[in-house]
């Protein structure tokens, strides 16, 4: 009979092995078409070679059409090791990344992985190639034991996430991949000590706001109406009225509150001398549950039409992105009570359950009616400049992993 030590020990002796998928990872851009990449095609296909090799059953591709990328499709990659059960334990992380920003801010070029003093430096190493190689060596340590588990064991590795998920996981949910049984864990965001499990997400609306007025010379202003003046007063009545109509705050979440930022200005004129007849900027809302998006954006068109009688502008709202948020999921669950253990076991620490306002494919399964879990262990290094992953963290999570699939797939092998 296997013991859980040694199934830990058999990850531990794979750590110069996981740092090195990693670093092939690092290598293979993966950005999507919004950004100007090609998408996930290349590391798709290096990923599927990895998983050739890890005692699965079946090895699928799900390839979602995408007209801007040169081989028009996104891959998705579902590989599954048949259980006594259909139902199945899932770990779902993805394969593309945003794209680098300013190359001078980076001390090492990110598609160059660097190790140094136990972190692995390079664009996607923590965010979400961390997660990816941890659960892909998990699945292998316990598949290689050749034992017929009870559940199902699963991974998806999804495209498109960065950007909205449609030819990523919502595809997959599209095509029936999963069952509304299944147990399904999104390994994509965490804390440093590994005691957040995240089990709700808050809306996420994306604005474009476009401020029509009358361009005129900056000598003269009264003959027209400064669309730039209208939209500064205009972002900061926005900000102030929703954080006072909408200011209750949720334990839940950290924040607690509602967020409504505005992010992105597109350039007005190019010469100092001339009044801008047109301003466009962004807004990105952070929405906690229990408020509707549709009242938020009547809110905001009431706002509008003020501002449109008060200074003559005209004022449009366009929905960038709209993600409702779906149910929080149960702290009750087969699926949270062995998350749990399998961190106490591994880590020795107490994790506590959490609501946030980034986005990830959890929330997707959410609102599919299929609870999620979202956990790694992690600095955030994610989107930003000289990103890296903590081998400590990557070697740990697989461990975390692994004891979560000896529980709910081999309980009986392990005398669990």
């Known amino acids: ?46 990923i599927k070679d990895m998983l050739e090799n890890c005692g699965f059953d079946e090895v699928d591709m799900y390839d979602a059409l995408d007209e801007r990328v040169k081989l028009r499709l996104r891959p998705n990659i579902v590989a599954k090791k048949k259980g006594r059960s259909a139902r199945t334990v899932w770990f779902v992380s993805h394969m593309d990344t945003v794209p680098p920003g300013d190359l001078a801010a980076w001390t090492y070029p990110p598609f160059s992985p660097r190790l140094i003093e136990g972190k692995l430096y390079g664009l996607g190493s923590e965010d979400n190639g961390q997660s990816l190689v941890a659960s892909i060596s998990a699945v292998k340590a316990v598949n290689d034991l050749k034992l017929a588990p009870d559940l199902s064991i699963g991974l998806a590795l999804v495209a498109d996430e960065e950007v909205g998920s449609e030819k990523g996981i919502k595809f997959l949910l599209e095509q029936g991949v999963f069952q509304k049984d299944d147990i399904v864990y999104v390994p994509d965001y965490g ?35 400064n669309a730039m003046k209208v939209g500064s007063e205009l972002i900061t009545f926005i900000v102030d009225y929703m ?135 992690c600095d955030d290094m994610c989107h930003t400049a000289n990103e890296y992953c903590v081998v400590e963290n990557l070697v740990s999570d697989a461990k975390v992993y692994a004891v979560i699939l000896a529980n709910l797939c081999h309980k009986s092998d392990f005398n669990l």
């Open 1 to 46: 009979m296997p013991s859980l030590q040694d199934l830990l020990a058999s990850i531990d002796a794979k750590r110069n092995e996981m740092v090195e998928a990693l670093s092939e990872i690092i290598r293979i851009p993966a950005i999507g078409p919004e950004s100007g990449g090609e998408g996930e095609f290349e590391r798709a296909r290096f």
């Open 191 to 225: 804390n440093a000590n590994g005691t957040f499990i995240e089990v709700a997400e808050k809306h996420i609306m994306w604005l474009k706001v476009r401020v029509l007025g009358r361009q005129t010379h900056a000598s003269t202003p009264d003959k027209g109406i």
């Open 243 to 377: 954080e006072s109509k909408y200011g209750v705050k949720n334990a839940l979440f950290d924040p607690p509150t509602s967020t409504y930022e505005p992010t992105k200005r597109l350039q007005t004129v190019g010469n100092v001398n001339t009044v801008p007849g047109e301003d466009i900027f962004f807004l990105d809302f952070r929405i906690l549950p229990q408020y509707s998006p549709d009242d938020v954006m009547e809110t905001l068109r009431w706002i509008g039409d003020l501002f449109e009688d008060k200074t003559g502008v005209k004022i449009t709202f366009e929905t960038v992105q709209l993600t409702k948020s779906g149910k929080p999921s149960s702290l009750d669950s087969e699926a949270y009570k062995a998350l749990s253990m399998a961190i106490e076991h591994v880590k020795n620490v107490e994790p506590k359950a959490g609501g946030i306002g980034g986005g990830t494919c959890a929330n997707f399964f959410r609102l599919a009616g299929i609870d999620a879990y979202c956990w790694e262990s």
